[in-house]
């Protein structure tokens, strides 16, 4: 007998062994992404400096050559920039004229150096963003960085030892995103200075953003780029200043607007995409050389490949300007320019219906190849990108990022929000343009309630990106949230007054960078009535809707003579921010009746009571799901549980096997 | 040699029927507390299950119940009731051992006071300290096993992906559980016989293959009466179900007297001098 013993003994000794070597290979196979997400962020103390301006009488930038001016033109950029598709790197010098918009004379600039977020795993970028970004996650070779060789004012005062980096948002002392430079003498109001200067941009392999796969480079955030200079009372500043902020995982961009003259020279085999205008090209020792202008935007971004596919259409509308629409197609998608060209085309109509003009004469869609979704769905003045090709018959997302980017270009491009600060202003309003445009021309409608589930973390919309807790909150919230509250909002006013408002809104503060309170404003004027208290629940704080049937009570009350009746008493409780109208209630009973019942849903609870001759089986609150933000639909219905038999069982069967395992360890 | 030590298990486990019973009984109460706990939470979860004819109410009721479970909040609120029963649990049971098992080694003695109170005050507390190491070393690796599977989730999608990443640690936390409970075990005879707190390492890896098999054989005994009586209480409902999931307190409280009475007599056969 000892013998089986013994046998079995050894037969589970090695198996056991086995296990442990599986184990150990796994857990070593994984270290890597665990060391990253065990990361801490650091966040900290909100970067609000300010500044005044409206009748400051500006030096003209000599950008005459450019069209009549949209917004107020601060910066004019002239770069050179030449890409080593060998070293992946990009080599270039700039000359930036910067107009002083302000009342006070400027003593320093700053420059936001984005590469530089790729720099080391220790940047406030990779930091919080715990080396994955949007689904995308950061490869061994994903650094990258900007070096700034030499700096120069025009005449010729050398500056680059009056540099030095700051970091206002956490003072992580290995981020190098911001950097300020020290003048020889202040810039006085309206004045202009011009700084020239040499850089060098090491491309990360494709990751937030921007960088190559393989012979495919995404030039976005890639040139020293100077900050915002905010004037008083814009945004509800006291006081004019810079609004400088690193660059954080959780954030996008924020820039004055101006003019760009850009020349980009790549090996001949490239085909080069850009923001703004194509103004001339011309080849010379295996070398092409691209020269795009864009003006009244607020960024430049352009992309390289020599295996686009270039195809142009026009859009045409009445009583509007002529676009030339530029697709770069990667191959494997080259059978679907229909698709994407009607979706560009419906986006820029019904923009330009409900919001308005789409003032620029180009409109450029970059497809990126397999493998490329770093750089895909992004939006740049004049230049978006799609999802990265993958597949030969994409599904309907497809058409939903081209329509989705085209939005940027009105609530990011020209209205141009501080996505540091209130991000939602772009993404919550382009998710909510985008689902429009998807359901009356694809017809497809999403179904909000499930959205809405998904908030299982809400916070307040109005609030720096990365003081969200993670990732997942910030998307959450800024994107979804912020659209289901643009869609509550619609519910409450009626879609024509929120196109009333939108149009306003749009026509009012184009190229003129609004805040919350700014879009409050006009919501408040056009609907002609006070939003304090709901900007105060669900924008400026974190509140959702949530009805939720608390209980469930049934009495019998017996009668000698005639059959039975039951008291009911069902208490239904608010725990969440008030809805804008009644809530319904319905009871079904089990003899087949149902009985439906509306509640204000302003108190705190509300108890119902009935007397019917059979018992409740279920209620349900708002059982077509019409509330918008009520995110918690699991408390909105309940049952009479029955205690039937098999229910016994399993809860026995359960209890069992629970127990069993506590057994063996203790009494 | 391996049937006489059963056969003395077996004898000695006899002599204890009193015992046996109060133990059983012991245990019963808590499977009452249990199965109120479970039944509460089956309830509040059951009840909140919509019918199919409320429009993707079924599909919400999915979606935001998965969010439910991965909320610590929720989580802690309904597992609080579990938490103090097994705290409790996890400090009257080395009392009860250190009884247990000072009667069962005294059991010749002549003695005017019960054996098992006397055994409770000498050795309780060595006991308590055994037990709150033993708790220790399950309380680490567990810590960093769920930490490691909250990163994971994250990263993981496909259900086989979870199934071959999280089955082996399972397994191998088993296995581990239970080398530490053999190794308390006999930490815990070691100080009954021999009075002497460090763990008896040189006898557990001389008798290694012993001790698996037998526990193999033990955990083939108690998973068959379990096959047996939930199987009992799946098929029959009503008093008869309920009757014999009483009775099984009486067995599974036998077969864990057996195995401690066959653990001593193997340990005071092979043990170190
Ligand atoms: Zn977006």
Redesign the interface.
Known sequence: ??H???????F??PA?CL??F??IF??QS?LS??QV??NKSYFEEEDTISANGASTQLEQLSTLEYSEPLSQRIVDYNIDVELDDKENQLIGSQTLTWVNPGKKPVQELFFHLYPNAFQSKKTSFIVESGGSLRDDNMKKNSYGEMMIHKLWTNNGKELSQNTYFIRPDDGNPHDFTLMGVKLPEPVLPGKQITLNMTFSVQMPYVFARMGYVEDFFMAGQWFPKVAVYELKGMRGREDEGWNLHQYHGNSEFYANFGTYDVLIKVPSKYIVAGSGTLAGMHESDNMKTYHFRAADVHDFAWSASPHFIVEEEVFHLENANNVKIKLYLDPLHSELKRRYFYAAKAALENFTKWYGDYPYDTLSIVVPPQGGNGAGGMEYPTLVTAWAAADKEPDSSLERVIIHEIGHQYWYGMVASNEFEEAWLDEGFTSYAEDKVMEKEYGIRS?T??EA??I?SPAALKQNAWDYKYKNEYAQNVYVRGKLVLNDIENIIGKNQMDHVLKTYFQQWKFKHPSTEDFQAVLEEVTNQSWADYFHEFIYGDKMVDYAIESLQINEISNPEEPPLYEHKVTINRNGAIHYEPVSILFSFSDGTFIEKEWEGTDKNKHFDFIHPSTLS?A?ID???TIILEN??????????VKS?A??????????W???V?????? | ???KTIKEGWDTTNQLMGYILL?SM??LI??IF??RW??SI??SI??????SE????Q???M???G??IS?VDFIINHLTPLIIL?SL??V??PL??AGLFYTIHYKHQESSRSLFFQGIVKQGASFLFISFVHLVLLAVPLYWFIS?IK??L??LTSLESIFF?FV??V??FV?Y?WFI?IVVIYMQWRKTTHNALLPPIFFIFKH???????S??MLLL?GLS?IL??SV??FW??LF?IIM?QV?YYF?TYF?ILEVNIQYHFWTKNKPQ
């Open positions: 007998m000892i089986i013993v013994r046998f079995l003994g050894y589970l000794l056991f296990l442990l599986y184990f796994f857990s994984n992404t665990l997400d065990s179904k309630y499930f589930s998904y299982t279920w349900a059982p077509d799901h918690q639909h699991i408390n909105n219905f309940i049952n009479t549980s038999d229910k016994i069982r399993w809860n026995l069967l359960l209890t069992d629970i127990e069993s506590i057994n063996s360890i203790i009494w | 040699m391996f049937f133990f012991y245990q808590w499977g249990l199965y479970i039944q089956v309830h059951s009840q909140r299950i919509p019918i409320i429009k993707d109410a599909q919400l009721f979606i935001e119940s969010y439910l909320n097994l649990r996890w009257l049971s009860l051992n490691f990163n994971k994250a990263t990443n082996p640690l397994l191998v296995v559980a409970h290694f293959l012993f001790l698996i098999g037998f193999l054989i108690l379990k009586f939930s209480s799946i409902a009503g179900a999931h099984q599974s864990k």
